[in-house]
């Protein structure tokens, strides 16, 4: 009799068991966005059940230079802001940046942010993300139209002596319509935005106020 009565209560933990192992437990909160079975589908491991969107925090991936992402690390407070809220900043924390470049040689950076109440941003939105990167304070910043042929050619015109001087100079970042140069031009040279067409180097020019 004692055999028999421990068969039983064996058998009663292993239905146990089997019943526990069919719960399935998010491992984070949030939405569920996309279901993939249904109720009678058999499952082997690794099969997707549900999508799960968690709206607390969203994730913005953005791409970075290669001279921008020497002074980001981790940690780092960003401003987001969108299109659809244009009113509202929000805070954003960069919880990963990339070790490696693309061929554009960009870098991706990810950022992680807080929604804001009344204001969600929901997945899959747009949002531009605003760097506090400190320049090395080397460069000087001039229009992009500067550059004879276009910022590629790093070729630009000074006026020298009341003569057009051709120059070629290292370029930096761009900033909207402005290119930092890193060499090859000091800060009270008088930089040729216009007109460039009609010169070659050594052509006299008179500057227009």
Not at 15 to 30: D, F, Q, S, Y
Not at 117 to 129: D, N, V
Not at 163 to 189: F, H, I, N, P, W
Request: hydrophobic share 40%; proline share 2%.
């Amino acid at each position: 009799m004692p055999a028999c009565r421990w068969k039983a209560h064996t058998h009663n933990l292993y239905r146990l068991e089997n019943v526990n192992n069919a719960i399935v437990k998010a491992p984070v909160g949030g939405v569920i966005n996309k279901r993939f079975v249904e109720v009678g589908t058999y499952l082997a491991l690794g099969n997707k059940i549900v999508e799960i969107v968690d709206g607390s925090a969203l994730k913005l991936v953005v791409n970075i230079s290669e001279r921008e992402v020497v002074n980001m690390k981790t940690g780092d407070r960003v401003t987001v802001t969108t299109s659809v809220y244009p009113e509202i900043s929000y805070e954003g924390v960069v919880t990963f940046v990339s070790a490696k470049g693309d061929a554009s040689l960009n870098y991706p950076v990810e950022i992680e942010i807080k929604n804001i109440a009344g204001k969600e941003l929901k997945a899959g939105m747009y949002g531009t993300a605003h760097f506090d990167i400190k320049n090395s304070g080397n460069g000087l910043l001039i229009p992009r139209a500067a550059f004879q042929g276009g910022v590629n050619s790093k070729m630009i015109f000074v006026s020298e002596n009341g003569k057009a001087k051709l120059k070629r100079v290292v370029t930096g970042q761009s900033y909207g319509d402005m290119v930092e140069v890193r060499d090859g031009l000091k800060q009270d040279e008088l930089v040729i935005v216009s007109g460039q067409i009609n010169l070659v180097d050594g052509t006299a020019i008179t500057i227009l106020e």
